[in-house]
């Protein structure tokens, strides 16, 4: 404890900076004496044997070379050089006052968030895992021991910086623990070894499967791959699960598990599996108006209040490949729009008759579906007081007059 007080002398000034960096570290070393004592009695264990997604690429090329490419893949990894986004050169310190900072740094191959406070290092912490494609960005986790811990900072690629952690105030924190429903939702398995009596979430060290892979929708598929290994003139698929022949309500329950919000929990993480009723997981959340739900996370909310899903036998493919990457493509998802509006049996837009096709087609979801400011992936930025908001498509269609007004004059 001495260093501790060494410091508060030192830094009387900063006594407040002093004493959250002083708590973080006791709450490390106190979750580390704990963890020693419950790891022995840890319960029960839920533990699942996946093939791997390698192993599908012999009878599958296309569908593994195309899901390499996706956000899926790319939304969960070992943390290394690339897969860090940001720069751990020179825009890498994000100033919390005059005198403390904290900086992005690479040693070697490893990469690290370290505190620094009258320039001397206080408190370092690796990358070990990234979590987020970096579409819109990245934040990174650390083990502790049996937990995960989040990093202060954050890289938001809207605009290519260091920032704080959505959630996070203006303060050095490096101990705010992850669950296992963060990891549910941005990879395909983690084995959860948490005790009855813990405070945060613990996980096997050696049991999990980073991005969101072949059988997190497909269902776990040793039994698949050896059958059709020994049975190699076989045409159709044994022993393994197709989204394409679930009813909608199962189609629309797997993409929920990670697009619907965030949702309350009835039984364990992970235990959830495509094909099954996802209210019998979780609790039926309470009805929320369309202002209430967020464009981030939530794509259900918003598709589920939109009159195209209320009156048609609608899902997520009805538009989506659930294996590409799309990110290129905004400008075409007008067919499947007009895979119902071109229809005599439905609407075609009103503005028909007045706007040439073209430009109503290549416009199409940005009348419709604009990208909205989202209240919930918010970070700092370096100046500022008010936090930043990531932009993101609405799944609401619906009729915006406003936005529709200001495309059109733009046009003329
Ligand atoms: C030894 C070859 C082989 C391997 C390895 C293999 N599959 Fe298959 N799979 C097949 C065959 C053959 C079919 C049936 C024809 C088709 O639908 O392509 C099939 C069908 C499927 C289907 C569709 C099933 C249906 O009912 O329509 C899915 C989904 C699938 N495989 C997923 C996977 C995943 C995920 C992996 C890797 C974990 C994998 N496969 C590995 C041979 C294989
Ligand atoms: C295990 C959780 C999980 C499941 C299940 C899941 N998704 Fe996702 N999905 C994510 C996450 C997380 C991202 C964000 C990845 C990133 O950019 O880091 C994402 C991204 C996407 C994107 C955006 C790609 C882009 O261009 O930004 C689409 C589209 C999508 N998912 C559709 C679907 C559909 C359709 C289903 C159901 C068949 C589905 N997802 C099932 C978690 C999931
Ligand atoms: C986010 C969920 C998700 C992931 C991840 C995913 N799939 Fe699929 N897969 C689907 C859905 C949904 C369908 C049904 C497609 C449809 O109906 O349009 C499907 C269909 C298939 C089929 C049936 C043939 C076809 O093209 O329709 C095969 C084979 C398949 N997937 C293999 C794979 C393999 C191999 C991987 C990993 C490399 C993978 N899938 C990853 C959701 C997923
Ligand atoms: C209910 C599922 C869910 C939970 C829980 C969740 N996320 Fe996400 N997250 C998503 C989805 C879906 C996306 C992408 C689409 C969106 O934002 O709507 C996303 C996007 C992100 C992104 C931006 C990725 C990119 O580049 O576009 C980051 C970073 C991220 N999440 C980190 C986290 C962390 C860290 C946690 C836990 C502390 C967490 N998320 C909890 C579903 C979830
Ligand atoms: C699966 C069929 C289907 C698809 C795909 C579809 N819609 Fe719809 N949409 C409907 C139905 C059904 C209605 C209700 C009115 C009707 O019957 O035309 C509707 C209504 C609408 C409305 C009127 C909304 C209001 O609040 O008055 C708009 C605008 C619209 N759709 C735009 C789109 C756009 C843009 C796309 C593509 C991004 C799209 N739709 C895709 C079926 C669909
Ligand atoms: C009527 C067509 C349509 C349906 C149905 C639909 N989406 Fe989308 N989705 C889009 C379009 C268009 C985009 C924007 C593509 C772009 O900007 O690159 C998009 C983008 C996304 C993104 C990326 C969001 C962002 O801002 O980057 C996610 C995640 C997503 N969709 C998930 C889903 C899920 C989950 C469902 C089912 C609940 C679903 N979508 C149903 C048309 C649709
Ligand atoms: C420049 C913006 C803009 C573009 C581009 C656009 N729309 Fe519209 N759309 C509107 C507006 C505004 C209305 C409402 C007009 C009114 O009520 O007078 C509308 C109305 C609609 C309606 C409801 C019609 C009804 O009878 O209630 C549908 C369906 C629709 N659009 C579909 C589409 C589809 C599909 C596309 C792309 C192929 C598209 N729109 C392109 C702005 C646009």
Redesign the pocket.
């Known amino acids: 404890m001495l260093f501790f007080f060494e410091i508060m002398i030192a830094f009387k000034k900063y006594y407040l900076v002093t004493s959250i960096i002083l708590i973080t570290v006791i709450c490390l070393i106190s979750l580390e004496n704990c963890s020693q004592k419950k790891r022995a009695n840890a319960g029960d264990v839920v533990q699942k044997q996946f093939a791997g997604s390698q192993t599908c690429a012999t009878c599958h090329k296309e569908i593994v070379e195309q899901h390499l490419q996706?956000?899926?893949h790319?939304?969960s990894a070992f943390a290394n050089k690339q897969t860090l986004r940001g720069d751990f050169d020179s825009a890498n310190k994000f100033f919390f006052n005059d005198h403390l900072f904290i900086e992005a740094e690479k040693k070697q191959d490893s990469f690290y968030q370290t505190a620094y406070l009258n320039g001397a290092a206080k408190l370092s912490r690796p990358f070990n895992i990234v979590v987020?494609?970096g579409?819109?960005g990245q934040t990174s986790i650390y083990w502790f021991q049996n937990y995960l811990f989040q990093l202060p900072l954050t890289y938001f690629t809207e605009t290519s910086e260091w920032t704080i952690s959505p959630g996070y105030s203006r303060k050095v924190d490096f101990n705010r623990s992850i669950t296992s429903r963060c990891l549910?939702?941005?990879s395909t398995y983690f084995q959860e070894i948490t005790d009855k009596n813990s405070k945060a979430d613990e996980f096997s060290k050696t049991n999990f499967v980073l991005g969101?892979e072949c059988e997190?929708?497909h269902g776990p598929a040793l039994e698949h791959v050896a059958f059709h290994e020994q049975n190699l003139n076989e045409k159709t698929g044994h022993a393994i699960l197709n989204?394409a022949k679930f009813s909608r309500t199962q189609?629309l329950d797997?993409?929920r598990?990670?697009?619907g919000g965030a949702l309350t929990k009835s039984k364990p993480s992970f235990t959830f599996q495509a094909g099954d009723k996802l209210f019998d997981f979780f609790q039926q959340d309470s009805a929320k108006t369309i202002g209430e739900i967020d464009v981030h996370g939530n794509q259900y909310g918003m598709l589920a209040a939109s009159k195209c899903f209320k009156n048609s036998e609608m899902t997520?493919?009805s538009c989506?490949d659930?294996h590409k990457?799309?990110?290129t493509l905004a400008t075409q998802f007008y067919v499947k729009c007009e895979t119902c509006h071109k229809n005599s049996s439905h609407n075609t837009c009103k503005l028909a008759t007045r706007v040439d096709q073209g430009f109503l087609e290549m416009n199409c979801i940005n009348c419709h579906m604009p990208e909205e400011p989202s209240k919930a992936i918010m970070v700092i930025r370096q100046n500022e007081t008010v936090p930043t908001s990531a932009h993101m498509r609405s799944h609401y269609i619906s009729i915006y007059k406003d936005i529709s007004q200001q495309i059109l004059s733009v046009k003329k």
Do not use: D, Q, W, Y
């Open positions: 996706s956000f899926h790319l939304t987020g494609s579409k819109r549910e939702c941005h969101i997190k929708c989204p189609s797997l993409c598990l990670c697009h997520c493919l989506h659930a990457n799309e990110s």
